[in-house]
């Protein structure tokens, strides 16, 4: 248990799997990473539709995506003031692309021991449903994931 991922969208779930996963390391002396995805519409999905996206909007892609990459690591770095990390090695990764993807890239390029994640993030609407990020890391992850309710 030398090395513990969890991924965070800013919901009170995922905040208290970073909890979570921060008293584990205490016990297990783990480090803690946590990673934060974003993710813009891609330009395959208007051409699907034969929509015609502007130039302008190519060129604001960039931009936007850099915007939010700021943002993300701002939310991440509040996050990260709120948690009692004493004595534990935290870190913080921001990536880009579809969220479960780059999740179970990391937890396997970086050889994860564990993944703590909430059980529903911001698109929360009925209790009865694990989120779907969930459920791909669940099914897939080389490792064990621990979930944790909001
Ligand atoms: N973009 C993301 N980046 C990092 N972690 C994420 C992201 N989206 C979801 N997660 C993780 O997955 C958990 C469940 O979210 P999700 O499966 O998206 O549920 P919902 O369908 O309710 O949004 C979150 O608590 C968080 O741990
Ligand atoms: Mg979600």
Same mark, same amino acid.
């Given at each position: 248990?030398?090395?513990?991922?969890?991924?965070?969208?800013?919901?009170?779930? =995922?905040?208290?799997?970073?909890?979570?996963?921060? =008293?584990?390391?205490?016990?297990?002396?783990? &480090?803690?990473?946590?990673?934060?995805?974003?993710?813009?519409?891609?330009? &395959?999905? #208007?051409?699907?539709?034969?929509?015609?996206?502007?130039?302008? !909007? #190519?060129?604001?892609?960039?931009?936007?995506?850099?915007?939010?990459?700021?943002?993300? =690591?701002?939310?991440?770095?509040?996050?990260?003031?709120?948690?009692?990390?004493?004595?534990?090695?935290?870190?913080?990764?921001?990536?880009?692309?579809?969220? #479960?993807?780059?999740?179970?890239?990391?937890?396997?390029?970086?050889?994860?021991?564990?993944?703590?994640?909430?059980?529903?993030?911001?698109?929360?609407?009925?209790? !009865?449903?694990?989120? =779907?990020?969930?459920?791909?890391?669940?099914?897939?992850?080389?490792?064990?994931?621990?979930?944790?309710?909001?």
């Amino acid at each position: 248990m030398k090395k513990i991922l969890v991924p965070i969208d800013g919901s009170k779930a =995922s905040r208290k799997a970073a909890e979570q996963a921060i =008293s584990i390391a205490k016990q297990f002396g783990s &480090e803690v990473k946590l990673v934060t995805v974003v993710n813009l519409p891609s330009e &395959e999905k #208007y051409a699907f539709f034969g929509v015609n996206v502007q130039n302008a !909007f #190519y060129a604001n892609r960039k931009e936007m995506l850099k915007e939010l990459i700021t943002q993300e =690591s701002k939310m991440l770095k509040s996050i990260i003031n709120t948690l009692d990390y004493a004595d534990i090695k935290l870190d913080k990764i921001v990536l880009e692309g579809v969220a #479960y993807e780059q999740i179970l890239n990391l937890s396997k390029e970086e050889n994860f021991d564990l993944i703590v994640m909430g059980r529903r993030g911001f698109s929360h609407i009925e209790r !009865f449903f694990i989120g =779907s990020v969930t459920q791909r890391v669940i099914s897939d992850a080389h490792c064990p994931v621990l979930v944790v309710n909001e």
